[in-house]
């Protein structure tokens, strides 16, 4: 059984194939992290009391992320795409301003955005589509990056986190690996630290999610310098902390270890045993993906003790890392349009498990326009799905 990948825009699910790419090309838009801004503070700092994300940037504790004084912290927050998309910036800004956004989330209790973006986005040739400029005045003439520097300023205006999400390489297609024959590893790499000195000084970035849902070919802990993703984390990880070692480094799994079978970018059973290994330790955040039998059919939906059965499940492909106090887990995706009974015992299951275990993690997602899942936001980008944030609301930092 093989696990789907996600399309924003509703294809449906498609099913995994190994493709295996050279790695050619170079950036550009630059490298080495050559190129800075100043973002104005965000408020997020070590003198300003904190706030329902904590002091100062973030590291790890055992099972649990920590901040600057060493206070436990969950991030608790959405996923808002469209970055990784030919548009070069989220959805929704040709309906709502970005401020009229951001204010909404935090409104609603959440307390970080995850911004998902590609590759392609840093190139020299593109340029952002499809922003209502009567309603973000402030983004007229900006270029992706520079967009993307004005939703953080706004977020942080706002005490609400950011982590950046490298989605995929290039704007059109999800990669089984971190690189492909367009978008080499080292462009990858020189990209995370261009961002790592553009945003460093500001906590409002608080993690890079390094590579989205590594699958197919991907292993863990095989040595294959080729397809092992936790040694391509550790050298990607290894690189940002050269320039920033207070980032978080969000590290997701695989889809398949031993012939066991998960979500893409799902499967950490192998990272208690192999755990990535920085130069600056205790900044590794684990980030499994979980979706409902809406998206794919797995075993367990069929169980006949479902969804009693979910937490077992849970356990032994990634939450076994908080429970053994091995290190943090942020569910970096999970969602549904919670349309059958099904999907909502699995939500309901989800949240309560995030509360007992003290969790944190970014819904998928904000966007209404995500084919399988929906959104927190309705169809006509203003209305908020209460039956999803009511379920979800418990779960959230306070």
Same mark, same amino acid.
């Not at 630059?30 to 706030?51: C, E, K, L, Q, R």
């Not at 055992?62 to 991030?75: E, H, K, M, N, W």
């Not at 080499?184 to 849902?213: C, M, P």
């Given at each position: ?211 989205? !849902? ?31 070692? !207070? ?152």
């Amino acid at each position: 059984m093989l696990p789907p990948q996600k399309h924003p825009f509703g294809v449906g699910v498609v099913m995994w194939a190994a493709l295996l790419f050279g790695c050619s090309s170079s950036s550009s838009f630059g490298s080495g992290g050559d190129a800075s801004v100043t973002i104005p503070d965000s408020g997020i700092s070590n003198s300003d009391g904190g706030s329902a994300t904590g002091v100062g940037y973030l590291h790890t504790s055992g099972g649990q992320i920590v901040d600057a004084q060493s206070t436990p912290v969950r991030l608790t927050g959405v996923s808002w795409f469209g970055m990784e998309t030919d548009w070069f910036a989220p959805h929704g800004l040709d309906k709502q301003s970005l401020s009229w956004h951001l204010d909404r989330m935090q409104q609603l209790g959440y307390n970080m955005v995850r911004i998902p973006f590609c590759t392609q986005m840093l190139d020299a040739s593109s340029s952002v589509k499809n922003v209502d400029y009567t309603k973000n005045p402030d983004l007229k003439g900006k270029s992706p990056i520079e967009l993307l520097d004005k939703i953080i300023e706004q977020a942080g205006a706002r005490k609400l986190r950011v982590i950046l999400d490298r989605h995929r390489p290039d704007a059109y297609s999800q990669s089984d690996l971190w690189y492909t024959g367009q978008y080499s590893e080292q462009r990858w790499i020189d990209d995370w630290k261009l961002l790592a000195t553009r945003y460093k000084g500001n906590a409002t970035v608080v993690g890079f999610d390094l590579h989205n !849902e590594p699958h197919g070919q991907a292993t863990w802990g095989s040595g294959n310098l080729t397809n092992d993703w936790r040694l391509a984390a550790e050298r990607a990880g290894n690189a940002v902390q050269s320039i920033n070692p !207070e980032l978080l480094l969000i590290v997701e799994g695989i889809e398949n270890v031993n012939n066991q079978y998960y979500w893409w970018g799902g499967n950490l059973m192998s990272a208690g045993a192999n755990l990535v290994r920085l130069g600056t330790p205790n900044h590794v955040v684990y980030s499994p993906h979980d979706y409902p039998a809406s998206v794919y059919g797995q075993s367990w939906f069929s169980a006949a003790n479902y969804p009693n059965n979910l937490p077992g499940v849970w356990d032994s492909y990634w939450g076994y890392l908080v429970k053994q106090n091995i290190a943090p887990v942020w569910i970096g995706e999970f969602g549904t349009k919670l349309q059958t009974t099904s999907d909502q015992k699995w939500l309901s299951t989800l949240v309560g498990y995030i509360v007992q275990n003290k969790l944190s993690f970014a819904y998928w997602c904000w966007n209404p326009d995500s084919g399988d899942t929906g959104g927190i936001l309705a169809d006509d980008w203003t209305t908020v799905n209460t039956n999803k944030q009511d379920i979800i609301a418990p779960a959230l930092a306070r």
